[in-house]
């Protein structure tokens, strides 16, 4: 077929429950050695509390569905694929399917929606299942259809950054948009939709400037497909562990513990024993730590624990596993995993125990807890004065490179103290806004681990890269009169590092004082003197409001204050979804000016996005928090010319209208929702930095 295909795409499987075919009682019976007929009255609710089975026999009948899932549909399919040159892609396994079932796909991949599940605080319905099968199956690309909603453009590139933001700390790394509808050209904007969204199309409001939005989706996204992702435990598959990846609160805390899962089957048959202890598969993939936190467990399966322990792994029972899963041999089976749990040394006292070269921790619960006990610290933890938890992180390796992807989920200004477990290299921060790199220049060595301090923008993300090699010293730290600048509050703009032409390193600092980079021992100073103040801009702003529907007029308005439109008494307004330029002069004194000045346009408060002219200009276009732009070298003494376009959704001009988009029972979802906020708040004002090398 050539090379322009490369892949059969099967979507969700959504029939909704499936448990029965016409060779199903045979195929149970060759499967799992006994015949299910009899035993049907279980699986509709009776109890028969003489024989204790029905445990077994619903787990016998869960696991033939899933193989049949896995063998007969997702492995004839691919194998129909590879007969015809193409790979498999599937999001198959989300509705009913395993890990397994994930991994026999060539491309795996799943879905995620834009709305918040029942008993989590995370942003979005998130299958961690897809992640792992990717991982242990050797697969480098996480897939997710993305954004995928049942609302009708209520959506906004900074909205859906910190949706997009906790998928990669969730592991996915290749997001595909969800959805983009092909309209008649003839058809008014916002045009022909399916009936569910995200509507990522020239249909919606902010379409003309979505490439800022996709090129931070692209540079995570290289940078989080890059080598291997890093975790310190491998849990085996059971239902106890599905149930722990529903409800753990690491997961619902955002920031968790690296941890991946594998199906005891791929434990069985391809776990190894690495040299340096870890157990590993041959796609890369490795783990110091090897996890049962299932009661159930396969005889064989423990056997080959019992192996891989004695040769040198480390395991964590998390819970001791008692039962067969089956029912077929359940007491002989029984009789086995004793044994099995007799060479692991099960029954001693909690704690650290020492299994032929290897090592058994039980009675430890809490994964770090477990960690600390055989010495190894947090691949990353934090420090911040917000109690709740706002940080996730995803971690990759590529040879001798780290990359911690980290991101807020608050909506405010935070700062918090970072250590990563990462020795004798330097780390860089690279922000995936902006594409800009920087060398950090404040962090703490200690054994083992390096801390630096952070600053976060308001649902912010950076990464952290390690690459560099150390220079001598063990800390090093940014001053401003012998104060510590990220001690500063975590809203007040101070001074930053950035990086310069042939490695040195830039100053720039929004308020005076005598700077000091210190390096170990070594320091370097620089004075920042007095530094004008801050000019507000309120006005008076002329807007001229064009609508994007097609029949609507433009109309302008005369001196309207910063505002919400969705609060302004005019209709025209309240309602209004599309670009409104707000324009004004302003004048610059030449005294502000210097040589090493930067002068930094502030926003403020923006709905949605909004780009920056001067003197007929654009600046730049600002899509999410903080809504600043340099506009230094479009500035001219004297009298100046500033726009500002700023673009809202469409959800306003259809509360107004009523507008439903497509015949469907979804269609009218978001009509009873409130006005969406939209306009330039501010306070706009310009602001005087200063930019200096060391």
């Not at 059969?8 to 199903?24: Q, V």
């Amino acid at each position: 077929m050539g090379r322009t295909l490369d892949r059969f795409h099967e979507d969700s499987i959504e029939l909704g429950h499936y448990d029965w075919t016409g060779d199903f009682p045979s195929q149970f019976q060759a499967r799992r050695r006994y015949d299910l007929i009899p035993w049907i009255p279980i699986l509709a609710g009776s109890r028969f509390a003489s024989l204790n089975a029905e445990a077994q026999i619903e787990h016998d009948f869960r696991l033939t569905i899933d193989e049949l899932l896995t063998e007969e549909h997702y492995g004839r399919i691919r194998e129909l694929c590879h007969q015809h040159g193409v790979g498999l892609q599937t999001e198959g396994g989300d509705v009913r399917g395993s890990i397994a079932t994930k991994g026999r796909a060539d491309f795996v991949m799943g879905e995620f929606w834009n709305h918040k599940p029942a008993g989590s605080d995370l942003r979005a319905a998130f299958n961690p299942n897809t992640v792992f099968a990717a991982h242990v199956y050797g697969q480098n690309i996480v897939a997710f259809e993305a954004f995928t909603t049942a609302a009708h453009w209520e959506e906004f590139p900074a909205m859906l950054k910190p949706i997009a933001d906790e998928a990669f700390c969730l592991g996915a790394n290749h997001l595909m948009l969800h959805g983009y509808s092909a309209s008649r050209l003839e058809t008014p904007k916002p045009g022909d939709v399916y009936f569910a969204g995200t509507h990522f199309d020239p249909g919606v409001t902010w379409w003309n400037h979505a490439d800022r939005f996709f090129a931070y989706l692209n540079r995570c996204q290289v940078m989080l497909t890059a080598g291997l992702s890093v975790a310190d435990v491998l849990y085996i598959d059971g239902p106890e562990t599905q149930a722990m990846i529903q409800k753990d609160a690491a997961l619902t805390q955002t920031a968790r513990s690296g941890y991946d899962v594998a199906p005891a089957e791929l434990i069985l048959r391809r776990a190894k024993l690495l040299a340096d202890g870890r157990i590993g598969f041959a796609t890369g993939s490795a783990y110091p730590v090897l996890a049962v936190a299932n009661r159930t467990v396969e005889p064989e399966v423990l056997r080959k624990v019992v192996e891989l322990v004695k040769g040198g792994a480390t395991l964590w029972l998390r819970t001791i596993p008692r039962l067969a899963p089956g029912w077929a041999d359940h007491q002989r089976s029984l009789r086995s995993i004793e044994e099995s749990l007799t060479d692991l040394g099960a029954e001693s006292s909690p704690g650290v125990h020492v299994v032929g070269k290897g090592r058994v921790i039980s009675g430890v619960t809490d994964v770090h807890e477990m960690l600390m006990k055989i010495g190894l610290a947090p691949d990353f933890q934090y420090r911040s004065r917000e109690e709740k938890p706002f940080l996730g992180y995803a971690h990759r390796r590529l040879g001798g490179t780290d990359a911690f992807f980290v991101a807020s989920r608050s909506a405010e200004w935070r700062v918090a103290q970072l250590t990563f477990r990462v020795e004798g290299q330097r780390p860089e921060l690279w922000n995936p806004v902006s594409g800009e790199i920087t060398p950090c220049v404040d962090y703490q060595v200690s054994a083992g681990t390096i801390s630096l301090p952070m600053r976060f923008t308001p649902n912010g993300s950076a990464f952290v890269v390690f690459r560099a090699r150390l220079p001598e010293g063990r800390s090093a730290g940014l001053f401003r009169d012998d104060r510590v600048v990220s001690e500063a509050e975590p809203s007040d703009d101070v001074a930053e590092i950035r990086g310069g032409g042939n490695g040195s390193l830039q100053l720039q600092a929004w308020k005076a004082g005598t700077y000091s980079l210190r390096v170990g021992e070594a320091s370097r100073k620089v004075v920042i003197g007095p530094l004008p103040a801050p000019l507000e801009l309120p006005g008076p702003w002329r807007v001229n409001f064009t609508p994007l529907r097609e029949g609507l007029s433009a109309f302008e308005v005369e001196n309207l204050p910063l505002s919400f439109w969705n609060k302004n008494p005019d209709p025209r307004v309240s309602s209004f979804a599309g670009t409104a330029t707000y324009m004004t002069e302003l004048s610059v004194s030449s005294d502000t000016f210097g040589p090493a000045r930067r002068i930094i346009l502030d926003l403020g408060e923006v709905h949605d996005l909004a780009e920056i002219v001067i003197n007929g200009k654009t600046a730049d276009v600002v899509w999410t928090p903080p809504f600043r732009a340099d506009v230094t070298d479009l500035l001219v003494r004297g009298p100046n010319r500033l726009a500002v376009r700023v673009t809202n959704t469409w959800h306003n001009w259809r509360l107004q209208n009523r507008f439903v988009p497509v015949k469907h029972p979804w269609a009218e979802r978001g009509l009873d929702s409130p006005p969406m906020k939209a306009g330039l708040v501010g306070p706009v004002r310009l602001i005087w930095t200063e930019r200096r090398t060391f």
